[in-house]
């Protein structure tokens, strides 16, 4: 087994793709509409689905927004310079939440992005 993917709920799917794609530079892998079910889906990531994890975003169609609830947590990204990647996010648009620095009780280099609906993706500087 393996994971393939996590859905995340997107209020506006062209702005969250704008996100993805241009802020953190993942790759469209693949867009659908499902005209009946007044859904679309997306699928995103820095590798193809056969060889990685990918993120699927799920736009529902009519809705603009969605209470996250307290039980999601993060996404998580390997960076080689996690105050790097903050300047470049930063600059293509992007809002840092957390900025680079050592996590607390520990030595790992952390920073903490938030996409346009809220959700937080963390940024791992590789040792």
């Known amino acids: 087994m393996r994971i393939l993917h996590t859905m ?3 209020g506006d799917l062209d702005r969250s793709l704008d ?7 993942m ?3 693949r867009r659908q509409d499902y005209p009946e079910g007044k859904f679309t889906l997306a699928f995103i990531g820095y590798q193809d689905e056969a ?8 736009h529902n ?7 996250l609830g307290t039980a999601y947590g993060h996404i998580a990204l390997a960076v080689d310079d996690a105050y790097k990647a903050c300047d470049d996010i ?6 840092v939440v957390r900025e680079a620095g050592p996590m607390k009780h520990g030595s790992t ?3 903490f992005v ?5 959700y937080k993706i963390e940024l791992i500087q590789r040792a």
């Open 61 to 67: 169609w009519g809705v603009t927004e969605y209470e």
């Open 8 to 10: 995340l709920r997107v």
């Open 27 to 29: 790759k469209l892998l």
């Open 90 to 95: 930063r600059a293509r648009g992007g809002k």
């Open 51 to 58: 060889n990685g994890a990918v993120l699927e975003l799920t």
């Open 114 to 118: 938030e996409d346009p609906d809220g």
């Open 19 to 25: 996100f993805y794609t241009s802020v953190l530079g």
């Open 109 to 111: 280099v952390i920073a």
